[in-house]
């Protein structure tokens, strides 16, 4: 089965800030050359051409859970669980279009 999602990396703050692919909202810090969101309310968007995407985070290390919303064309959204980082979020099954996706911090305080 072929599929139609293609990987896209940023893992450099210089890549981060010349690409203009990537929006980020809200305060961060870069941390071993990845974002880190540690205030709620913040967070990244970007937009793609495609059906899906796969999004993976970087080490997460705390004794609970934090909280993303990942939402697509402002129409789907769901509330995810990052307990350390390894999980992959996969999203298909789009129209093959331009799609918009915003994923945001929901957890509260530095967790």
């Keep these: 089965m072929k599929s139609d999602i293609k990987p896209f990396h940023l893992n450099t703050p210089e890549k981060l800030s010349e690409c203009g692919m990537l929006r980020i909202r809200g305060r961060h810090s870069v941390e071993n050359g990845m974002l880190a969101f ?5 967070g990244f968007a970007f937009n793609f051409m495609g ?3 796969i999004l993976s985070l970087g080490e997460y290390q705390s004794d609970v859970p934090a909280y993303v919303r990942i939402t697509v064309d402002s129409s789907f959204s769901q509330r995810l669980a990052v307990v350390n980082g390894s999980e992959k979020f996969i999203i298909e099954g789009l129209s ?8 945001i911090k929901v957890t509260e305080g530095a967790s």
């Design 38 to 42: 540690d205030w709620s309310g913040s």
């Design 96 to 103: 093959d279009s331009r799609h918009r996706v915003e994923v």
């Design 51 to 53: 059906t899906g995407f």
